[in-house]
């Protein structure tokens, strides 16, 4: 079992950023995956960025590409999201996921393809 916190999410005015913090209670295989996604009202999840925590590698939607950037810190057991050029759409609730596969890029944007989740965190961006 992996636990999955994520920092206290805020509000900021469109143009500003934030960054969001996940911390996890384990780095084991089950974290080989990690990602974030979010949710808005009557929407499913959307995937926005997934980082093999092994080597690297990152995928990231069309939609935050250039615009946020992901981070892993072995040591601390933390996964960041940093959030730059904010928009009205970029508000909701901010999960971090996780999952073992080897390989994370097929299919990352499927909720289902995550086993442990953190609780959300929740985004406001103001125009």
């Known amino acids: 079992q992996v636990q999955l916190v994520e920092s206290v999410g805020g509000s900021v005015q469109a143009g500003g950023s934030l960054r969001l913090a996940c911390t996890y209670s384990?780095?084991?295989?089950?974290?080989?995956?990690m990602a974030w996604f979010r949710q808005t009202p009557g929407n499913e999840h959307e995937g926005l960025v997934v980082?093999?925590?092994?080597?690297?590698?990152?995928y990231f939607s069309g939609s935050v590409e250039g615009r946020f950037t992901i981070s892993h810190d072995h040591a601390k057991k933390i996964l960041y999201l940093q959030m730059n050029s904010l928009k009205p759409e970029d508000a909701g609730t901010y999960y971090c996921?996780?999952?073992?596969?080897?390989?994370?890029?097929?299919?990352?944007?499927?909720?289902?393809?995550?086993?442990?989740w953190g609780q959300g965190t929740q985004i406001t961006v103001s125009s």
């Open positions: 384990a780095y084991t295989y089950a974290t080989n995956c």
């Open positions: 980082m093999n925590t092994r080597d690297g590698a990152t």
């Open positions: 996921a996780a999952d073992g596969r080897r390989f994370c890029g097929g299919a990352w944007r499927s909720k289902s393809n995550y086993d442990y």
